[in-house]
């Protein structure tokens, strides 16, 4: 009966040993698949953070191309914007050259017709001819009275031409000085300087701001005609009223 017993209880508590592996290998085996759960986590987690940092990379770089393009950009919109200023600027004087040549064409439209004035225009340029015989007499540099009411025609409308120079030429035919006149104008130079300051002179008085005027000779050396006939020769002896861009 004890024996019995005994085998009873051995048995028992072999059973209860048994249950209790069973149930430390279960809680290990559930630990170790928690483990592997949380290593595959980890695992995505990493990969999804490298494939951020990989984004942030690319983002960075394409945000420092951008940056470049937008400056690029910029640049070339700084560029247009001047430009843009440049042509403005130049077409507005060409419409306030163009107005004074419009003008000038209006108030010397009978001095036009009879040939003794030629106006031209050209990118900017404005050129005036006046033959020297409605401005001086023959061989003499001052201007005579009808030759100032012409120029005092002339200056009303030049007072309105801020924004360039005005330039006064002097210029003759090729027939050299001779007789009396040698001694005051040895020369053709002589004659046409004596003639364009003269004329300077007198729009300066008239209110043309000197700073914007100047005097120059040419004498025979720019004909606008041939010097072989009297009618050319005509056309040599002229004073040119010029306005120029300033630089």
């Given amino acids: ?131 020297d015989k409605i401005l001086f007499d023959s061989g003499e540099a001052k201007v005579k009275d009808e030759g100032l009411e012409v120029l005092n025609r002339v200056v009303e409308i030049l007072k309105n031409v801020k924004d360039k120079n005005i330039r006064i030429e002097g210029h003759t035919d090729n027939v050299k000085i001779s007789g009396k006149l040698v001694k005051v104008y040895p020369t053709n130079w002589e004659l046409s300087a004596a003639r364009a300051i003269n004329v300077s002179k007198h729009i300066q008085q008239q209110g043309i701001d000197p700073t914007i005027l100047s005097a120059t000779a040419f004498g025979e050396y720019q004909p606008v005609a041939d010097n072989a006939t009297p009618e050319g020769r005509a056309k040599n002896r002229r004073i040119a009223i010029i306005l120029l861009p300033k630089d």
């Fill in 1 to 131: 009966m004890k024996r019995t017993a005994f085998v009873f209880l051995s048995i028992v508590m072999l059973a209860f040993l048994c249950s209790g592996c069973l149930v430390a290998e279960s809680k290990y085996l559930t630990k170790v698949d928690e483990t592997d759960q949380l290593t595959k986590r980890v695992t995505s987690l990493e990969t999804v953070n490298k494939n951020l940092k990989d984004q942030i990379t690319s983002l960075t770089g394409q945000n420092e191309d951008l940056t470049n393009v937008v400056a690029i950009l910029e640049a070339e919109n700084s560029k247009l914007k001047q430009n843009v200023t440049q042509v403005t600027k130049k077409t507005q004087e060409v419409e306030k050259a163009s107005n004074t040549y419009r003008e000038l064409l209006n108030e010397m439209k009978g001095e036009i017709a009879q040939g003794q004035v030629t106006i031209k225009e050209l990118k900017g340029k404005l050129t005036m001819d006046v033959v």
